[in-house]
């Protein structure tokens, strides 16, 4: 069905009229929550929610456009809520627009191409309140207002599916880790000194009849170089970096040159986080060779012998070992060292062994995290789906010159 008549069924016959942003909401300013007692209404800015506290700023339904930061994220509330000064609320004329109508459109706008800032991206109410909203059926508010929603209803059973999506994977992740840290709870020797460890594998075995080893026994490691004077669009080389691992490959950089080459099983690892950042210590292996270039502060670690040692299951025993992630002490960034990553006790059991963990964690991985199946792929569709429906919905006649 043509998105024109898609919408003439819907509208019925109804004219569309667009009406500034500014006439049918009232922009707000944000407050200072300093001070103010710890409770249950979230506090918002621009990159979500910041904190909890025990009064509100608001408590109509809302959206909630970001002044300067991360000005994409649009947010709909109809909750109590309090938000500080990086973020607007608005103050919706509700005789004339559906709030969750006003979120679907805004939603639809490249909010990037207002950006007013000269460094950090913010917007303007004077760049926000020109916008234009398309309002069906201004004559007959009743009407107007039985259109709006009936596009929101649509919408929201595409939004409610993926929350659905995003909460079961959610507890997959969960499960996962359980499941991970058993399959890798080896015992004593995990977080034990090199010296200790030696001496204690002379005495007895681990309960599970593994070999505890440093990493510098097992592997070899380098690190990357800056890449950034070879950072081109189209560039041949993925260039791995801490946001390509922290995104599992989803965010990357390419670069013409391959300054340091990496090959298959080889294992990457992120040295420098900020602190209590995701990406310390996560790790990524790689799938193919003449593929990737290696950039700085990243390890690259590879296995002297598999014929004892799988890479995939390296690769799984170091990925956030607490080993590492112990050197995050919350208040300053964590470059980790060299030594700090060859002094990692790892586990090494049988190959059978090493095998039937790596087989199940795969299976695990692949649901978590795969973008191409498992719930990560449904929930893309998904998102693809809402927008497909979203722009079916409020691509109304005229639309490209109002907001160009």
Known sequence: MSKVSFLEKLLDGAEVEWKKLGEVAKIKHGKDWQGLD?????????????????????NKPTVLIPRKGSITNIF?????????????YTEIDTSKIVPKYLYHFIKTIDIMALDTGSGRPSLTQAILN???????????????????GEIVRILDSFTELTAELTAELTARKKQYGYYRDKLLDFGEGANESADY????????????????????????????????????????YVVVNSKFISTN????????????????????IVMSDLPNGKALAKTFIVDEDEKYTLNQRIG???????????????????????????????????????????????????????????????????????????????????????????????????????NA
Request: net charge neutral; charged share 25%; with cysteine.
């Open 249 to 268: 490959g989803q965010i990357a950089k390419y670069s013409d040159k391959q300054i340091c080459p990496l090959f298959v099983d080889d294992i990457l």
């Open 197 to 236: 460890a030696d001496s204690r594998r002379l005495k007895k075995k681990s309960p599970r009849d593994v070999e505890w080893k440093t990493l510098g026994d097992v592997a070899n490691f380098a690190n990357g170089k800056g890449h950034e004077q070879y950072i081109i669009v189209d560039g041949k």
């Open 300 to 402: 690259a670690i590879s296995v002297k012998n598999q014929k004892t040692l799988l890479p995939k299951f390296l690769h799984y025993f170091l990925n956030r070992t607490p080993q590492l992630t112990k050197y995050d002490n919350g208040a300053d960034q964590t470059n980790l060292r060299k030594d700090h990553i060859l002094d990692v006790q790892i586990p090494i059991p049988s190959l059978a062994e090493q095998a039937r963990i790596v087989a199940i964690l795969d299976k695990f991985d692949a649901l978590t995290n795969s973008i191409s199946e498992g719930l990560p792929r449904e929930i893309e569709l998904r998102k693809k789906q809402y927008e497909y429906y979203r722009d079916l919905l409020l691509s109304f006649p005229g639309q490209e010159e109002k």
């Open 38 to 58: 710890i409770g249950d209404i979230p506090v918002y800015g621009s990159g979500g929610i910041m904190s909890y506290v025990n009064a509100y700023s608001y």
């Open 130 to 148: 020109p916008i234009q909203i398309p309002i069906p059926c201004p004559d007959n508010p009743k009407k107007s207002l039985e259109i709006q």
């Open 76 to 88: 709909y509330i109809e909750k109590p809520f309090w938000n500080v000064d990086t973020i607007y």
